[in-house]
């Protein structure tokens, strides 16, 4: 059995059946003889770092900070998919203070009706917060399951950055 000097495979006939380099024997070629077959090569080792559905994920975790944090780290910031996610993560938090501040000023418009505008303004930051949470909450979960959700209008914007 002959064993490919490229890259270590065993392999018959005049080219290695892994990587199609010519193998010892072949035209042009010269074999020592009795020499020792060549190891086959170790296993690749992986990387060490975040996964990429891991870093996508963690990309929503901390305020606007964790984005900009994986858009800055070397090996995360040339992979689009974690890019996107980072751009998303970052626009989203910027809607959601954006819509916080529409929704403090609609409170100090209702707040001056007695219980019923106090009652309203509680309301809507409530169910503001529970909307933002479940919404954090959604997008992490797509992220780390590899799946794309683009948000209906900071989503666009984050395509086009990644």
């Known amino acids: ?36 077959p060549n190891p086959p090569p170790s296993q690749p080792i992986s990387a060490p770092g975040l996964t990429d559905n891991m870093a996508a994920a963690l990309c ?14 070397d090996p995360y910031n040339r992979n689009r998919t974690i890019r996107f996610h980072a751009f998303q993560a970052i626009f ?10 529409g929704a403090a000023i609609v409170s100090m418009i209702l707040l001056p009706i007695p219980f019923v505008g106090a ?13 933002f949470f479940i919404l954090w909450l959604m997008l992490m979960y797509k992220a780390y399951n590899n799946e794309r959700w ?5 989503g666009p914007l984050a395509e086009k950055q990644a």
Request: a neutral charge.
């Open 1 to 36: 059995m002959a064993f490919c000097p490229n890259c270590g495979a065993e392999s018959q006939g005049k080219y290695c059946a892994k990587c199609g380099a010519p193998l010892p024997g072949d035209v042009g070629q010269t074999t020592i003889p009795n020499a020792p």
């Open 60 to 73: 929503y975790a901390l305020l606007i900070l964790t984005g900009v944090l994986f858009l800055v780290l």
């Open 92 to 101: 989203v938090w910027i809607a959601m203070v954006v819509i916080y501040i």
């Open 119 to 131: 009652m309203l303004s509680l309301m809507i930051h409530g169910l503001l917060g529970l909307a």
């Open 150 to 154: 683009v948000l209906p209008v900071v």
